[in-house]
């Protein structure tokens, strides 16, 4: 059993009390999210109700749940806390290091080879500190994660940002940094801004073409990648009591792409139905006897303008499959003459070079069923694929049970490549072209939940498209953008014309799941005998040195980069090849912001260095700043750090000597990360002060030894002529993570506490 049933029905016998108190506190019927959050505070009982994006509150997370590629980071610092075994239950899940290439078996053997160090680290430092760890090839994480250990009403943290995934199974499930998830293993209270909510109605029901992923689609078109920033977005109605589990997960785990803090939904059959087919009989019976706790309470979903900060309403009935993108998951489109308009007019390809599926947003064994019946289709209806096919299974439990009833098999007869259970083209680690960054102008289709530029393949001129797996089959099988299985024929290999039918697939597997090694490894009892090697010769793998506190004096800072428009977590630490270093903090530095785009030059990885003159490598200018002991600033635009939990987009800024971020907005992690590390995360109070910004700035930071929560922070901006313009700065820092900064990270103080 690797799920900790004692723990939930700890969460399920605390929960009446806690909900009853925080109802009578509240004075009016709760949301599900507010009963999780209220359940689960730090303090115990409810004592305030507490107001929506205004105050911090600490909470005490369940479970902790992280990839391979943060986890290395995450146990780095987590080793530096003076602990001797984690204090919630965690795991490590070994799926964002196998690259996408060949196919399952050369593509892990090779994984293993290449990046056995760090598996070597993970696997004996979960070991050591009592962690659950998932083996390579066993899954990827959030999959992983919805079968064996989400549950209804629960609360964890995970090290990437599609935890919340989770919601699914009705938990709230977040997205942290690395530095967030090691104050909960030190058993320190985990602190979050409470959050707004967005209730989403569905009514009607989904059907022929539609799939949950399209909901989500429509959602991000509303709301934009901006729009849930701050939020918990809860979905209810009669369309989501009539959605699957694993396609509320689906839902759930592209909250990440609108900024929500996380997404969910109410405890249902579909849950209890999920939980007994992945042999979680006890957690279904715990759950049905507080069934009223794990949703709202009824006058909520009757009267959602009442009790949600905002409501959407989506008729199901009436939504038709969409394509979300290119280069933004937000950008939705119709199939069919909507997209022929739009890519003839943007210039899109029509021409697609490859479908893929899977994912951790659509893995599961009903996206995997479903898009085998239209690969189903096109053998018998004798129609030949014009584009490759790609598979990323979700999990060895979806793949074992999948292969054991022919779905694979499908998919293999039209020369698909089952990749690895594991993330692979979905983050980058998909060894499409020898030489990505002169690859040519094309389209893709995937199922997966981001598109961002270079994403998938390293490729600029890789036009990626976000669909259900359903579609993306049909539009890999027709080979082109604007094809509209509702409407269009194919011609198949005898001259004829046919249509695709409409997608068949089962909720759950009708012989029952199955598997005969899922990858896990139980720690030790007690870990105090295990060793735990980092070479120091090492490039993967590097031990922490604490950060220097920054201090309430900063003058003479240097401009280092004014980045223009979007800069994501991918623009400021990149994925790709650059996964290998994850665990080495200087390594991995020389990356940092090579993505993102110079304000005033519109190239990117090509600054000015104030010392010299001359134009060089984002990281390589730094390095010579920090050589030369001058501090730096960053600046950007509007919703800076979105993306990726990956807390590296902190790190790395910080290793070299970045002081200061000032932009227009953050994501909501990335601004947490930047606090953690002892950075300050600034914003300007007039929007158009950004356009002050010059090339040849230097920064006085004017009132910083007066950094207090709720008072503004006064730059005085000096530009090369000698000029100033003083501008004023907004923060949301409160007590405690000023004393983050002041100890030069949160790291810092756990250790002094715990000293």
């Known amino acids: 059993m690797t799920f900790d049933i004692d723990m939930i029905k700890g969460v399920y016998e605390r929960m009446k009390a806690r909900v009853d108190a925080a109802r009578d506190i509240v004075g009016r019927p709760l949301t599900l999210s507010e009963k999780i959050l209220y359940n689960h505070l730090w303090d115990g009982m409810p004592t305030q109700a507490f107001e929506r994006g205004k105050d911090y509150v600490d909470f005490a997370p369940d479970r902790i749940a992280c990839q391979d590629a943060t986890a290395q980071m995450a146990l780095l610092q987590f080793m530096q806390a003076g602990k001797q075994k984690v204090a919630v239950p965690t795991t490590v899940h070994c799926d964002h290091l196998i690259q996408a290439k060949e196919g399952a078996a050369k593509d892990l053997k090779r994984a293993n080879d290449v990046s056995s160090e760090v598996f070597n680290f993970l696997e004996s430092v979960s070991n050591k500190y009592g962690i659950g760890f998932w083996k390579p090839g066993a899954g990827i994480i959030h999959q992983v994660v919805l079968e064996n250990y989400a549950f209804p009403g629960g609360m964890m943290i995970g090290t990437d940002s599609h935890t919340v995934n989770a919601g699914g199974l009705g938990m709230l499930a977040i997205g942290v940094g690395g530095a967030d998830a090691v104050d909960v293993m030190a058993g320190m209270a985990w602190e979050l801004k409470f959050p707004k909510l967005i209730g989403v109605k569905l009514t009607g029901k989904l059907s022929g073409w539609t799939a949950p992923k399209d909901v989500i689609l429509k959602v991000a078109e509303i709301l934009t990648v901006k729009g849930g920033t701050g939020a918990i977005v809860e979905y209810f109605g009669p369309g989501a009591l009539a959605m699957s589990c694993t396609g509320k997960g689906t839902i759930c785990n592209m909250g990440a ?129 014009k584009a490759e096919f790609g598979i990323n299974p979700g999990s060895e439990q979806v793949r074992y049970t999948a292969e054991r009833d022919g779905i694979l098999e499908v998919f293999e007869k039209l020369d698909a490549t089952i990749f690895t259970n594991a993330c692979g083209p979905c983050i980058g680690q998909w060894a499409r072209y020898s030489d990505p960054k002169n690859a040519p102008k094309n389209s893709i289709v995937h199922s997966f939940n981001r598109n961002f530029a270079k994403r998938a393949d ?127 903090l200087d390594n991995i530095a020389n990356n940092t912001l090579i993505g993102a785009v110079n304000a005033f030059n519109q190239k990117t990885n090509f600054v000015k260095n104030q010392l010299t003159g001359d134009y060089g490598g984002v990281p390589d200018v730094q390095r010579a700043y920090k050589a030369a002991g001058i501090k730096t600033v960053v600046v950007g635009d509007h919703n800076y750090g979105e993306g990726s939990s990956r807390e590296h987009a902190a790190m790395q800024p910080r290793h070299l000597g970045v002081a200061a971020v000032i932009v227009k907005s953050f994501a909501r992690i990335h601004e947490t990360n930047l606090k953690k590390q002892g950075m300050l995360g600034l914003t300007f109070d007039n929007e158009a002060d950004y356009d002050l910004i010059q090339e040849d700035d230097t920064f006085n930071f004017v009132d910083l030894n007066e950094f207090a929560p709720g008072k503004q922070l006064t730059v005085e901006v000096v530009h090369a002529d000698g000029s100033t313009d003083t501008i004023k700065l907004n923060h949301t820092y409160n007590d405690s993570q000023i004393e983050w900064f002041k100890e030069g990270s949160a790291l810092n103080l756990i250790k002094k506490q715990n000293a």
């Open 257 to 385: 792409e609108i900024g929500a803090t996380t997404s969910t939904f109410g405890y249902d059959e579909s849950m209890d139905r999920y939980l007994r087919a992945t042999d979680r009989e006890g957690v279904a019976d715990a759950a049905n006897e507080v069934a009223a706790y794990l949703t709202a309470d009824a006058e909520v979903y009757e009267n959602p303008e009442q009790y949600f900060d905002q409501v959407i309403e989506i008729n199901l009935s009436e939504l038709g499959p969409l394509l979300n993108g290119p280069f933004t998951p937000d950008l939705s489109t119709e199939v069919g003459t909507d997209m022929t308009k739009r890519a003839t007019e943007n210039e899109w390809p029509l021409k697609v070079e490859w479908g893929l599926i899977g994912s951790c947003t659509n893995s599961s064994y009903e996206d995997l069923s479903r898009a085998s019946s239209i690969a189903q289709q096109a053998l018998d209806k004798n129609l030949k694929t």
């Open 458 to 584: 390293g490729n600029p001129n890789t036009h990626a498209f976000v669909a259900s797996p359903e579609l993306t089959a049909a539009i890999a099988i027709a080979g082109r953008l604007d094809f509209n299985p509702l409407k269009d024929k194919l011609i198949n290999e005898d001259g004829e014309e046919v249509m695709l039918d409409e997608p068949t697939g089962w909720e759950l597997p009708p012989k029952g799941f199955d598997v005969k090694d899922n990858g896990y490894l139980e720690p030790v009892a007690d870990g105090s005998g295990v060793n735990v090697v980092v070479n120091e010769t090492s490039e993967r793998l590097q031990l922490l040195t604490p950060f220097v506190p920054i201090g309430d004096t900063i003058t003479g800072a240097k401009l280092l980069i004014k980045a223009f428009g979007k800069c994501t977590t991918d623009h400021i630490s990149m994925a790709g090849p650059w996964l290998r270093f994850r665990g080495h």
